[in-house]
């Protein structure tokens, strides 16, 4: 399976101009709301800066102070440990400075490069999700990672 192949049959279809303008108002909406709790920063590469992915931290459930982390990288910088160096920093930002509990991730069962990058990252599989996501006109199965700030190094 190519690579755009891949990142289709594990996430959404690319997504149109207008959804995209949507997506970015509603994120920078959201980033502007103080106390923070939602981030979506670019990954760049020096020395061209250029943006070549993103990761996403946000608040899931303020009660016990749980997070989401998410990552996505360019098919053509894959392999590179980008996705698992900018998740590390984000999540070492949120136990520090966010007085964060626990973060967690989710994928597709079958992401296996996004398993592994949360393996890296010192995260525990916290169990599989049947069927909770619908993409391709199939239901698939996800797996939930998390870790806990005492785990966290
Ligand atoms: C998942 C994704 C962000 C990983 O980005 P990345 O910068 O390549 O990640 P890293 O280089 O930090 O680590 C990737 C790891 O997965 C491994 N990997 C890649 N493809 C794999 C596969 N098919 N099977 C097993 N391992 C695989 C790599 O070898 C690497 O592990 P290693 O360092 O032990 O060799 C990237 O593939 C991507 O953007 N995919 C499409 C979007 C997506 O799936 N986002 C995640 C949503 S949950």
Request: charged share 30%; glycine share 6%.
């Amino acid at each position: 399976m190519d690579a755009y192949a891949q990142m289709h049959t594990y996430e959404r279809i690319p997504p149109t101009e207008a959804d995209t303008r949507d997506a970015l108002n509603e994120s920078l909406n959201s980033q502007l709301q103080l106390p923070r709790t939602a981030f979506r920063l670019a990954i760049t590469i020096l020395p061209q800066d250029r943006m070549r992915g993103i990761v996403k931290l946000s608040r899931q459930w303020e009660a016990i102070r749980e997070w989401e982390v998410g990552w996505a990288v360019h098919p053509e910088e894959w392999g590179k440990g980008y996705a698992t160096e900018a998740a590390w920093q984000v999540m070492d930002y949120a136990f520090r400075e966010l007085s964060v509990h626990r973060i967690v991730a989710f994928c597709h069962a079958d992401n296996r490069a996004s398993v592994r990058v949360m393996e890296k990252l010192g995260m525990h599989q916290d169990g599989r999700l049947r069927e909770t996501r619908w993409l391709n006109g199939m239901w698939w199965d996800e797996y939930v990672y998390g870790v806990l700030e005492r785990e966290w190094k």
